[in-house]
């Protein structure tokens, strides 16, 4: 029965399906570049029209928005550069492929957010201690209306291909710039504590983008962080079950894994089968199995199928299998 578990095991999770999942990551792949592509694009104009304005109304709250939004547009170059290595074939070192590096690229759009808090608050307390008044008011609001414009459009268009995508650090990214949106809003209180004679309005706004900033930080990092270290929803866990067990060959699942390389799920699924099933039958539930297993479950990209006798299911066999063997192995061994 060994050697029908290793051929079960080294077959069923290839069979028929290497192109079919290679034209899915690479859809997804180039989906993710051409909507990073076009949030640069849409979020660095926004902010250098911004920065144009704070040099003419000298707003520290149109500056916090403003910096924070070249941080935001920043933050869609690692993305880029993730999408881009996703691009290339597993190998060499990298037999998994380059997905992690996509979650790596979150970690970053992390950090990006933690500083632009940083900054906006840095500034804000300074202009606290060191008030000057606003100049062109009706200018900065403007300028307000043009950042949530900007950021909004750039948000939707985030959010969306990055939950087609099953991209964490995408989405994350998306509603760091609605959340930059809202902020460039309160720019315009800023503008109206001005026309109202009330200068420490403006870095007093300042002071609740930074905090507005440091909770986008909190809700960002969720997604993140359970992608880097491996967890995934157990609807999802529960649907490789239901999905798997549909297959009337199947007499059990006895151990269901789930990760996320990048916006990339890979899976691997213990079933055991009846006993007096041979190598060929034991490959072709397998195979079944991975084929609905990748039509059934979004953005499952790789799949592995192990089969086990239903005499012997699971974990308990082969460490009982592998201890066998080293007994054996010892008594081989000569005096």
Not at 29 to 44: F, N, P, Q
Not at 200 to 220: F, Q, R, S
Not at 227 to 241: A, F, K, S
Not at 273 to 292: C, F, N, T, Y
């Amino acid at each position: 029965m060994a050697h029908e578990h290793e051929d079960a095991h080294d077959h069923g999770h290839s069979h028929g399906t290497v192109d079919a999942t290679l034209f899915k990551s690479v859809s997804a792949t180039e989906s993710g570049i051409r909507a990073v592509k076009w949030s640069l694009a849409v979020l660095g104009v926004t902010a250098f029209v911004q920065l144009f304005i704070v040099f003419m109304t000298g707003s520290v709250a149109l500056l916090s928005d403003t910096v924070h939004n070249f941080g935001d547009a920043s933050s869609a170059v690692p993305l880029w550069i993730a999408f881009a290595l996703m691009r290339r074939k597993p190998g060499g070192r990298f037999t998994y492929g380059y997905g992690r590096v996509e979650d790596l690229a979150g970690l970053i759009v992390l950090l990006l957010i933690l500083a632009s808090a940083v900054i906006a608050a840095y500034t804000s307390i300074d202009r606290l201690i060191n008030p000057r008044d606003i100049q062109f008011p009706w200018v900065l609001m403007a300028a307000g209306f043009i950042g949530f414009a900007g950021n909004e459009a750039v948000a939707i268009l985030r959010i969306r291909v990055g939950r087609r995508i099953a991209s964490a650090a995408l989405v994350a990214d998306g509603y760091h710039a609605r959340t930059d949106g809202l902020t460039s809003l309160a720019v315009v209180a800023a503008a109206v504590g001005a026309l109202a004679g009330f200068r420490l309005l403006d870095p007093i706004v300042g002071l609740v983008i930074a905090a507005m900033i440091l909770k986008l930080l909190v809700t960002a990092a969720k997604p993140v962080l359970t992608h880097m270290l491996d967890g995934i929803d157990p609807e999802t866990v529960e649907q490789i079950r239901a999905t798997t067990t549909s297959n009337p060959e199947v007499v059990n699942v006895s151990e269901i894994r789930a990760r996320w390389s990048g916006h990339e799920m890979y899976a691997d699924v213990s079933i055991s089968v009846r006993s007096d099933l041979d190598v060929s039958d034991g490959h072709g539930v397998a195979a079944k199995v991975e084929h609905a297993l990748l039509e059934a479950v979004p953005n499952l990209e790789r799949v592995m199928v192990h089969v086990d006798p239903e005499t012997s299911p699971g974990r308990s066999f082969h460490h009982r299998d592998a201890h066998e063997h080293g007994t054996d192995h010892t008594a081989a061994q000569p005096n």
